[in-house]
């Protein structure tokens, strides 16, 4: 490997390590309900928050607001899942590298 290739594999490297840092730090939100629940994720993996709008809690329907979470979260995490591979693409130029998400 000469010279140039080693330096533009290490700039590549950086560029990397960069964006998965900025994937591990990017807040991704979701709402279900037409809004009565939000989630908040933090990078691909970590619930940072979820609100939910006092007008959602039903005690007779506990199912219907357990559900509108988990489409909250579930799309939230779609969403941290699709700007991370949109990032990685930047880079890798679509390829897809094992290991790298």
Known sequence: MNRNMLKQA??????LAQIQ?????TKTESTSGGGVVKA?????SKIESIHIDPKAVDP???EMLQDLILAA???AFENAQKLANEKM???TGGLNI????
């Open 21 to 25: 840092e900025e994937i591990a730090n």
């Open 89 to 91: 693409g930047q880079i």
């Open 73 to 75: 979260v579930n799309e």
């Open 10 to 15: 290490q700039q590549m490297q950086a560029k």
């Open 98 to 101: 094992p290991g790298l998400m």
């Open 60 to 62: 007779d329907d506990v």
């Open 40 to 44: 908040v994720v933090i990078g691909t």
